[in-house]
């Protein structure tokens, strides 16, 4: 079945470092949504990227879609204690429509 | 716009019985989803619903059901419970007609322990 593997799993940075995360899928997605959760929140939705190679900034934040729409990545410049929580990507599979949840990474900011 | 609800937010059960979960979606939003979030598996896909109709189901055993009402609120229901079940169970709603093409946009949840 469909898998989306995230990492890392864990990342801590020192306030102002910047950060990525990584997802990654065994099959070719039809689409991909970042979503973010603050401990103890819920799933808040960042982005969707749809095109092949498609890259879109949110102020600090730039995401990306691979040319094959099989990977995906989260990239934070000047990381803020406001940043803190979890990055979870979600990756849609063209044949079935199922959304599949990577397992996200819980960002810590040292200050 | 009120954001969505879940009730009730915290929830104690034991083995065997069965429990029953509801979401008000935000007003005007016609596809509810549902997802299980555990620490070991993360988030999950349950199922979907649009117009009263389920559009999509994860890949959990028969006794994980839900519905739709004519008004979108969605319920799911959980029979016969097994301390695996014990998670955080999270409804979406999106203004498309797809969750997974559309923002969702996530309940606080509702917390189910089973004992």
């Known amino acids: 079945g469909q898998q989306v593997m995230q990492i890392p799993q864990y990342q801590h940075v020192q306030e102002g470092e910047d950060f990525t995360t990584y997802c990654n899928s065994s099959t070719t997605l039809s689409n991909i949504q970042w979503y973010k959760q603050r401990p103890g929140g819920h799933p808040v939705f960042l982005i969707q990227?749809?095109?092949?190679?498609e890259v879109k900034k949110q102020k600090r934040l730039t995401f990306q879609f691979g040319e094959a729409k099989k990977n995906s990545s989260l990239h934070i410049t000047a990381t803020q204690t406001t940043d803190v929580g979890t990055y979870f990507c979600a990756g849609v599979e063209n044949r079935d429509d199922k959304i599949i949840f990577g397992k996200g990474t819980r960002l810590h900011i040292l200050p | 716009k009120a954001g969505v609800t879940q009730t009730p937010r915290y929830l104690i059960k034991t083995r065997g019985q069965q429990v029953t979960l509801s979401c008000s979606p935000i007003s005007g939003h016609r596809s509810v989803s549902w997802y299980q979030q555990t620490p070991g598996q993360g988030l999950q896909f349950l199922f979907e619903?649009?117009?009263?109709?389920?559009?999509n189901k994860g890949n959990f055993p028969g006794r994980f059901s839900g519905r739709q009402f004519s008004n979108s609120r969605s319920e799911m229901n959980v029979s016969t419970l097994e301390l695996g079940d014990s998670a955080l169970y999270l409804c979406a709603s999106s203004e498309g007609s797809h969750g997974a093409y559309n923002e969702q946009f996530f309940g606080p949840g509702t917390r189910l322990t089973v004992l």
């Open positions: 619903y649009f117009s009263e109709t389920q559009r």
């Open positions: 990227l749809v095109k092949s190679g």
